[in-house]
């Protein structure tokens, strides 16, 4: 373990690691309460679109992705406002249209290694330059959530009652997009555009078996994030394994041993109570 840490980029890849399982859950816990889950697949299929033209056009393709990421996030936020009571059907149109792009423009790209290297990312390669970004962004994103905790937490549940209540939803939700397609962006080239989305959903689905408030919900899904991120890092590291594809499997691990916990309390705690009823009533 400790010689682990000598290498500097693995060094890179825990101090990305702990940010984005940190940030991308608490991003995630709104998204969830929005009924909007698949926004971080459409987004992180949108990406591939701006990695290819980014790649075909020589410039930096985590630049592209970002640009992909904002145009696909206010389309959907477009799309949403038009179909208020079909909101998932913005997330369908941009993530077909995504996978669209991606598709023909993949065609295009001269070296599809490194394309392909944006599919399941590469935590472990990650430069000083991109550990920057990760960094600006998270800590943007965190300050987002944070200061605008009232403001969210009314419109998660009911936009039009947090309307009356003097929220700003037009400006709130541009900003929420902003957040989210830059978020995916920085994500796509360390953890993989088709990881993100397990990142943003997965913590927040283990927080929502044992939360009881909405700040026990950033809590714990920032917990399980970071917890399930480093375990994937350190056990990819000693097996030889894919990071971004072991982060995810043990996120969807911890869910599954919650969820059995949690049936095998269920079935405990009636036979206790009626074990007990006798003894109360003697």
């Given at each position: 373990?400790?010689?682990?840490?000598?290498?500097?980029?693995?060094?890179?890849?825990?101090?990305?690691?702990?940010?984005?399982?940190?940030?991308?859950?608490?991003?995630?816990?709104?998204?969830?309460?929005?009924?909007?889950?698949?926004?971080?697949?459409?987004?992180?299929?949108?990406?591939?679109?701006?990695?290819?033209?980014?790649?075909?056009?020589?410039?930096?393709?985590?630049?592209?992705?970002?640009?992909?990421?904002?145009?696909g996030?206010?389309?959907?936020?477009?799309?949403?406002?038009k179909?208020?009571?079909?909101?998932?059907?913005?997330?369908a149109?941009?993530?077909?249209?995504?996978?669209?792009?991606?598709?023909?423009?993949?065609?295009?790209?001269?070296?599809?290694?490194?394309?392909?290297?944006?599919?399941?990312?590469?935590?472990?390669?990650?430069?000083d330059?991109?550990?920057?970004?990760?960094?600006?962004v998270?800590?943007?994103?965190?300050?987002f959530?944070?200061?605008?905790?009232?403001?969210?937490?009314?419109?998660?549940?009911?936009?039009?009652?947090?309307?009356?209540?003097?929220?700003?939803?037009?400006a709130?939700?541009?900003?929420?997009?902003?957040?989210?397609?830059?978020?995916?962006?920085?994500?796509?080239?360390t953890?993989?555009?088709?990881?993100?989305?397990?990142?943003?959903?997965?913590p927040?689905?283990?927080a929502?078996?044992?939360?009881?408030?909405?700040?026990?919900?950033?809590?714990?899904?920032?917990?399980?994030?970071?917890?399930?991120?480093?375990?994937?890092?350190?056990?990819?590291?000693?097996?030889?394994?894919?990071?971004?594809?072991?982060?995810?499997?043990?996120?969807?691990a911890?869910?599954?041993?919650?969820?059995?916990?949690?049936?095998?309390l269920?079935?405990?705690?009636p036979?206790?109570?009626?074990?007990?009823?006798?003894?109360?009533?003697?």
């Open positions: 373990m400790i010689e682990m840490l000598q290498y500097t980029f693995m060094q890179h890849a825990l101090v990305v690691g702990v940010v984005l399982g940190l940030v991308i859950p608490l991003v995630g816990v709104i998204i969830v309460l929005k009924r909007l889950s698949m926004i971080g697949d459409a987004l992180s299929h949108t990406s591939l679109a701006g990695v290819a033209a980014g790649l075909i056009a020589g410039i930096n393709p985590v630049l592209g992705a970002a640009f992909a990421c904002l145009v996030a206010f389309c959907i936020e477009g799309i949403r406002l179909f208020r009571e079909q909101s998932e059907l913005a997330v149109v941009v993530m077909a249209t995504g996978i669209g792009f991606a598709g023909v423009l993949s065609g295009f790209v001269p070296n599809a290694a490194s394309f392909s290297s944006f599919l399941f990312g590469s935590i472990l390669t990650v430069s330059l991109e550990v920057l970004a990760v960094l600006v998270a800590a943007s994103a965190a300050a959530c944070l200061v605008l905790y009232r403001e969210l937490f009314l419109m998660a549940f009911d936009e039009r009652h947090a309307r009356a209540a003097g929220v700003r939803n037009g709130i939700n541009a900003l929420f997009v902003v957040i989210i397609a830059l978020m995916v962006a920085v994500a796509a080239r953890v993989g555009s088709l990881i993100v989305s397990s990142m943003m959903v997965v927040v689905a283990c929502l078996q044992v939360a009881r408030s909405w700040r026990q919900m950033y809590a714990v899904s920032a917990l399980v994030g970071v917890s399930t991120t480093v375990a994937g890092i350190v056990v990819s590291y000693f097996f030889g394994l894919k990071p971004g594809g072991t982060i995810v499997l043990m996120a969807v911890l869910l599954l041993v919650i969820l059995l916990a949690k049936a095998v269920s079935r405990v705690r036979v206790a109570g009626k074990d007990a009823l006798p003894d109360r009533t003697a």
